[in-house]
């Protein structure tokens, strides 16, 4: 057996460590078109900020590593110009002679990886100019801020971009963030992403959303950003994050088959178009495994697992791909956010039907000291309360709740079982009805109809006059402080000596501040007989939409 | 309907919210012994420390709140001394008045928890010997502390005698620990609390593992305690934490079926063997939810679910109760323990066959500063790979770990389905393969045949000259510095070339630090067909295995 596999990050490594694990005889021959391999590129922006502090923390393995471990020929600084699938054939280019010469194989993995977008706009290529892919970048825009870069502009508002914002603003360098979208962090749900809004402002962030660079001019002290509003930034750097397109062009050029958003199709073993060609990591299209529709997923884990799943195939193992969830999480400062499975606005775009709930949990026990609150968003299937995608931003804890629906995801479980997960509970780590038992409640309550529910937008979204009766169910200090426009405030501890105040011929909601009491009094008016619903998630889901708004 | 519920702290009051969430119009009537509900039983080791410095904050809720919001009859300071299920009345006993009465209930819940207990040893009524369950027993127990106590010694190192050295200790007060079995933690594996008992060697505490007390003595300044060894302890507050008993006298007295460990028989529907009584909480016996056998489990968490699922099935509803798999945490000082599912001496136990591996990861990536070791334990049948339990032990993200592993033994997982999980990975949070992908790897690894592993106890048991040849891959540093006794040193990266120095008729046994390296050499071998296997968790697994033996 020869194996070629081009591209020595993440895909590429595993595939071929692995496969030397699996074959001691086989030939398998490793290209990287850089200097490095296998190199912590989720670990970048925190060599900026200086959080890494020593530059070789971020190999993870050398080319002489592999050579001497897993007897790998490993040969940087070659880039693959073409494949000759006919006679398995492809050419190398040495970058450093220019040479190119011809290897063949009798398997070949493709992992190339994405590139960063880097639009056709006027002044483009100016100095000054980044976008950030591997360490040869990540040293131009370090030398940049350790020479004492004053202002940067961000373009996007995505993982890498945010990740580099925090690490530019610990550096002392004033910071601009560019967004196209109305929201930071476009795969979340944009109410979800109110904190971290919040978290840039607090920390001195501009954000200007809704916004594009249009183009970059070069001044007496920098660059100009012209944006698509006639607004300008300036900056001393530049950074586009807008995004990534899969490194296609060699399995294009070689006639393999590519899918709608540029990414390399594969089956379930990671079998191109050709059998004798698999293609892992950034570059390949997967499969959403809620929706099962077709997307690209450019992160580190599921490459990985790629990788491994390849090579299993090419020493005839019958490894399958489950398909990618979108596991994802952003440290943002004081604050994380934390995503699994489908977003609502992915549900929507793919009219699959849903529901949601939102708690505010703390996120351990509120009577330990230390507990912080934060905002967890389900997504479940109206009829059978099958898991479709959470969502999490807080300042602890949310990275663990998280991972625990991602695995109830997988296992494709249901809001009922939420309500019957067994927790770690100790205070100082969680709650005896930990944040993920309480969405189970509000969300299995609400499926088997002991708790309905409307969403905050519904209610926003219809004209005053046909809107509910709104009752603030909080303490007339809560109401006092800040209140859904339209509602009247009975406390929940006075609602069952005040229900002749209330309407018998008209649908009434109730809410309070997360949304406890307000199920309660849900169930004393549904029981007296009214027509009621609890706002789901309460003020505070109120306040993320209402802030997001502006 | 009328609902009489005895016992007001976690089953309890779950159980009454949710009957009055479910029925406006029942009559729920709510005994307690003590003075309070709903108290934070898991945060009274903290109050003692300071660290929760309020002692407020360890009600959750009062009777006065429960009886506004929840329109209960909440009757303190309240026994239950009888219960007539001829005439389905109980004769309640008015703690501060004496006065006796009848109640009549449609639907009884026993909520009534455990005692600690408190053998009947010489001595044992002595001032200063206190047991630890309710705000009373701490404020006795602080009290004691403010006023000075120089020595404390806790009798038990499970969960609350080993949280209450921790406050002890931070509280100043020189601490001894006594405990009968020869680990502390007894639910525990005891390599894996090799760890807690550095801890606590180097926290100061004085540990006497496989001691007992036999009596306790008045002196001039305190207390003795009598070991059975004849060793003494000298202190002047002593704690018992050697384990609960069900309160059943109610229940046996009525004639309800108990269990063999005196806990109270329930059916899926919490209810007991009067189809009109229910029980929940610390007082019952539960199913073990992965080998299913019968125990005692008194922990919060359930307790709550089962209140919630008693009121449930009063109501007319049909929600049952799945089961226990005994997931609990344990913080002490820098460490945190967690387990989830059964125990290999659990397993043992009940001759249920299984496998084991062990890992040693980071809790995140170990490019980004603060990365802390853990040790991760999986259980997991032999033949199915399905997951039977888990324990791990580390400075950091064991508690995540843990619950992402209770949700996979709650769906029935297996190890392959570790090695498909799709985490939270940014080098803050976790690492592109995370700890639970990395048990996945080893354990799938193991079944699959790819990687046969011994384990080192069934090395270290073997006589001498039966002993596989032991092979130590490490760096000649490393090997230096301590190996397992027997292991001469082939460092991985030369294995290749020193084949010829191996016995090709005897079995290899191969290790590293922590398996990784261990597992190359061993398909090195394989491949090059020696008879070989890894020792699994390699050197860091023979330390705890060996540390925990002296």
Not at 297 to 307: E, F, H, K, T
């Amino acid at each position: 057996m020869k194996l070629l596999i081009v591209g020595g990050v993440a895909g590429g490594a595993s595939a071929a460590t692995r496969a030397r694990r699996l074959s001691e005889d086989a030939e398998i021959i490793l290209i990287e078109r850089g200097p490095d391999v296998s190199f912590a590129n989720c670990g970048l922006p925190y060599y900026v900020g200086g959080e890494i502090a020593e530059r070789n923390k971020l190999l993870v393995t050398t080319p002489n590593q592999l050579r001497t471990r897993f007897k790998l020929d490993v040969r940087t600084q070659s880039s693959v110009e073409s494949i000759d699938r006919a006679t398995k054939k492809i050419r190398i280019k040495d970058l450093t002679s220019g040479r190119e010469y011809d290897e063949s194989y009798d398997k070949l993995i493709l992992a190339p990886g994405a590139a960063p977008l880097r639009p056709s706009l006027p002044g483009i290529d100016l100095p000054g100019i980044f976008t950030l892919r591997n360490l040869q970048d990540v040293d131009r825009i370090k030398d940049r801020v350790d020479r004492g870069v004053q202002q940067v502009a961000l373009v996007g508002a995505g993982f890498i971009g945010l990740e580099l914002v925090e690490n530019f603003v610990k550096r002392g360098v004033a910071t601009t963030v560019i967004e196209l979208s109305d929201q930071v962090l476009p795969p979340f749900d944009k109410e979800m992403t109110t904190p971290l809004a919040q978290e840039l402002a607090a920390k001195g962030v501009t954000l200007m959303l809704g916004e594009s660079a249009e183009a970059f001019e070069q001044t007496s002290t920098g660059l100009t950003v012209r944006l698509k509003s006639g607004r300008t930034v300036s900056a001393q750097l530049v950074i586009l994050g807008i995004g990534v397109r899969p490194e296609n062009t060699l399995a294009t050029n070689a006639g393999l088959e590519i899918g709608g958003r540029g990414g390399v199709r594969v089956d379930k073993q990671m079998r191109t178009s050709d059998p004798d060609i698999y293609a892992v990591g950034d570059v390949i299209e997967v499969n959403d495994s809620v929706t099962g529709s077709p997307t690209q997923v450019p992160l580190a884990g599921p490459a990985n697992r790629q990788g491994r799943i390849a090579a299993d195939n090419v020493f005839g193992r019958t490894a399958q791909y489950r398909g990618t969830q979108g596991t994802a999480i952003l440290g943002l400062f004081d604050q994380t956010a934390a995503m699994t499975g489908a977003s609502e606005k992915l549900l929507k775009k793919a009219t699959q039907p849903y529901r949601k709930i939102y708690v505010h949990p703390a996120h351990h026990a509120g009577y330990y000291p230390g507990a912080k609150a934060m905002t967890l968003k389900l997504l479940f299937d109206p009829k059978t309360g099958r898991l479709l995608g959470a969502q999490a931003v807080g300042a602890a804890g949310v990275d663990k709740r998280i991972d625990v629906l991602a695995v109830a995801i997988q296992a494709g479980m249901t809001v009922f079982d939420l309500e019957e997960m067994e927790l770690c509970y100790s205070p100082q780590y969680g709650s005896a009805k930990d944040p993920v038992n309480m969405a189970g409640f509000v969300a299995a309550g609400l499926l088997r109809g002991d708790h309905p529910q409307l969403d905050i937008e519904s209610v926003l979204t219809t004209p005053v006059e046909q809107r509910p009766f709104l009752i603030d169910v909080r303490t007339a200090q809560e109401f006092s402080s800040g209140a859904i426009p339209g509602a009247i405030n009975i406390p929940v501890d006075e609602l069952r000596g005040r229900l002749n105040e209330l309407p018998r011929d008209r649908q009434i909601a109730v809410y309070c501040q997360v949304g406890q009491r307000g199920y309660l009094a849900t169930r004393i008016l549904l029981q007296h007989g009214y027509s009621a619903a609890n706002i789901g998630g309460g003020y505070k889901t109120f306040k993320l939409f209402d802030l997001s708004a502006h």
